[in-house]
């Protein structure tokens, strides 16, 4: 699981690097798909996958808008300082936590049903999917995009057990 987390963490960097040589202005347009633009897409990924967390902890979700974090530097903070608390809880991931169960009522009333291993799952897969929108506006822009490559990224060193 860790492994995954962070693949997903390194390529959302490589985002945020590519991000600086465009402006803001492109970084907020709105395009097709996803949730609306390149920003606020990164901003999202980074928010779902910190408010996944919370609730399995137990802990409230983060409420707040995008409106707040119409900056690279801004979604960057947000990410950087939602990160330590998804770190910790992936780094304490183990075997036992995989059929664990999280109940939630939704706001019509009716109850949700989620399995912790298939949370984990989903956000790593969430990350992916929204990248794969940001591959696309990359090539529309004329812009080479982050390849999601798991190769070359030092996930797995030659030898380890």
Avoid at 107 to 121: C, K, L, N, Q, T
Wanted: include cysteine; aromatic fraction near 12%.
């Amino acid at each position: 699981m860790q492994i995954w987390f962070r693949h997903n963490w390194i390529v959302r960097e490589q985002w945020y690097d590519w991000c600086e040589e465009l402006s803001e202005e492109e970084l907020l347009r709105q395009r097709t798909g996803g949730v609306g633009g390149i920003l606020h897409t990164l901003f999202h990924v980074a928010d779902v996958e910190w408010s996944w967390i919370r609730a399995l902890q137990g802990k409230p979700d983060f409420q707040e808008s995008f409106d707040g974090y119409r900056s690279l530097e801004k979604v960057k903070r947000l990410d950087r300082d939602f990160r330590p608390e998804v770190e910790q809880f992936v780094a304490a991931w183990n075997d036992g936590m995989e059929a664990r169960v999280l109940r939630e009522i939704r706001p019509d009333g009716s109850a949700a049903v989620f399995v912790w291993g298939e949370i984990m799952r989903h956000t790593i897969a969430h990350q992916i999917h929204h990248l794969g929108q940001l591959s696309i506006w990359a090539r529309e822009i004329g812009k080479k995009p982050v390849s999601a490559n798991v190769f070359g990224k030092g996930l797995i060193q030659p030898g380890d057990a």
